[in-house]
């Protein structure tokens, strides 16, 4: 139990590191710095103000992308008859969950596909 709200947690901070207000903190970390602590700022601060801004420009980037992705996907489910509309409930769903969801699936599709050969 205690773990699943650990991941429930990671999964959500990961969310909210995508969002825009990510960057604003950023800034204000940044600004508080310069305010405070400017003779600190070396070339290896720099450098890691610069990979902290860079994976939050990744980290937005990815998330965009995936959820254009799962957008699409959603329609699909929606307009194809035989699909199991319970999958888009995945989206809420932990990581661990998702996987768990991902093996159960491809362990169906081996077994219709062994089904097939042996008709």
């Known amino acids: ?53 860079m994976t939050l420009v990744i980290q937005r980037a990815e998330y965009r992308d995936r959820q254009a992705i799962q957008a699409k996907l959603d ?9 199991q509309n319970e999958i888009m409930k995945l989206d809420d769903a932990t990581a661990e969950e998702v996987e768990h969801y991902r093996r159960k699936i491809k362990k169906k599709a081996i077994d219709d596909k062994l089904q097939k050969r042996l008709r």
């Open 1 to 53: 139990m205690r773990t699943n709200i650990f991941a429930n947690y990671l999964t959500k901070l990961g969310a909210l590191t995508a969002r825009p207000v990510a960057f604003l903190i950023f800034i204000f970390y940044v600004a508080g710095w310069l305010i405070f602590s400017s003779k600190t700022l070396d070339w290896q601060a720099v450098a890691t103000l610069a990979t902290w801004a």
């Open 75 to 83: 329609e699909l489910l929606l307009v194809h008859k035989d699909a």
